[in-house]
């Protein structure tokens, strides 16, 4: 059934570990979103294009899943087409929060990664996909398209 639906399957063992690598790539997607509107509003104040920087970036040795997802969203400087609303995503971040420290792991990249994701919530995009920590980036760097 899940080769139907998925890309690949892996047995993690004993039951919970699936929660647990889902917490695990939630953490990366986190910073790996907050990396790539970083990469654009550092690329547009510097003068580049959004299309340039989407279209160049894209195949390079610095791309993710997340800037190939949400990059046309940060190009448009759109987020209403929503695949994950960042007052959703609020409860992912907090579970993985909570996560690493019981664990007594240390997270700088994912901490200041959230610090973004709660700016996005007071500047009033909670309804909006989390590409919007874009907008709030662009806003950060007093930079107007």
Not at 1 to 25: D, I, Q, T
Request: proline share 3%; with cysteine.
């Amino acid at each position: 059934m899940l080769k139907g639906f998925s890309r690949a399957h892996h047995y993690l063992g004993e039951f919970g570990n699936g929660s647990k690598m889902k917490y695990v790539a939630n953490l990366m997607v986190a910073i790996h979103n907050v990396s790539a509107a970083e990469a654009f509003v550092l690329g547009m104040k510097a003068g580049l294009s959004p299309k340039a920087i989407y279209e160049v970036q894209a195949n390079g040795a610095g791309t993710s899943r997340m800037f190939q997802v949400r990059g046309p969203m940060m190009v448009a400087g759109r987020y209403g087409d929503v695949t994950m609303k960042n007052e959703v995503w609020q409860k992912d971040m907090k579970i993985i929060g909570e996560f690493a420290a019981k664990l007594g792991v240390p997270t700088p990249l994912f901490n200041a990664s959230a610090a973004i994701y709660s700016a996005a919530m007071a500047q009033g995009f909670g309804k909006q996909d989390t590409g919007a920590v874009c907008a709030v980036l662009e806003s950060m760097a007093k930079h107007r398209r």
